[in-house]
Nanobody, 127 residues
Framework: QLQASGGGLVQAGGSLRLACVASGVTFTDYVIGWFRRAPGKEREGVSCISKSTGTTFYADSVRGRFTISSDNDKITVHLEMNSLKPEDTGVYFC??????????????????????WGRGTQVTVSS
C-alpha cells in the first residue's frame, strides 16, 4: 500500500527528494513517517508529518537539512533532503499509522507504532 521512491547515489552536499505514495488508501487522518536503516545500525526515525494537523517532527541529525511535506492529493508525502552527508546513507522507508490527532514528540519515532510499511529506497551519499 506504500511505495517509497526517489533514492539514488549522490555526492556529499547534494540533494534528493523522496516520495511516499499510497495505493488503496488516502492519507487523511494518518501520520506518515520516514525511517532509515544505515548499514550495521538499527532503524531510526527521520521525520514524520500528520496529515490532519500538519504537525511535523525531525530527528536531531536531520533537522534543518530535511523537510517533510504532503501533497494535496492526499496520497503523496515527500522528504526533501539537502546538504546530504555520508552518514545519511541507508535504506529509507515510509510508514503510516491512522491517527486523528498529532504525533507526539516522545513517540513519533517508534517504528512499532506504525501499521503500514512500504518497501525501502536506497540512498547512498559518497564523500
Amino acid at each position: 500500500q506504500l511505495q517509497a521512491s526517489g533514492g539514488g547515489l549522490v555526492q556529499a552536499g547534494g540533494s534528493l527528494r523522496l516520495a511516499c505514495v499510497a495505493s488503496g488508501v488516502t492519507f487523511t487522518d494518518y501520520v506518515i513517517g520516514w525511517f532509515r536503516r544505515a548499514p550495521g545500525k538499527e532503524r531510526e526515525g527521520v521525520s514524520c508529518i500528520s496529515k490532519s494537523t500538519g504537525t511535523t517532527f525531525y530527528a536531531d541529525s536531520v533537522r534543518g537539512r530535511f523537510t517533510i511535506s504532503s501533497d494535496n492529493d492526499k496520497i503523496t508525502v515527500h522528504l526533501e533532503m539537502n546538504s546530504l552527508k555520508p552518514e545519511d546513507t541507508g535504506v529509507y522507508f515510509c510508514a503510516a499509522v491512522a491517527s486523528v490527532g498529532p504525533p507526539l514528540p516522545s513517540t513519533w519515532a517508534i517504528s512499532g507504532l506504525y501499521d503500514y510499511w512500504g518497501r525501502g529506497t536506497q540512498v547512498t551519499v559518497s564523500s
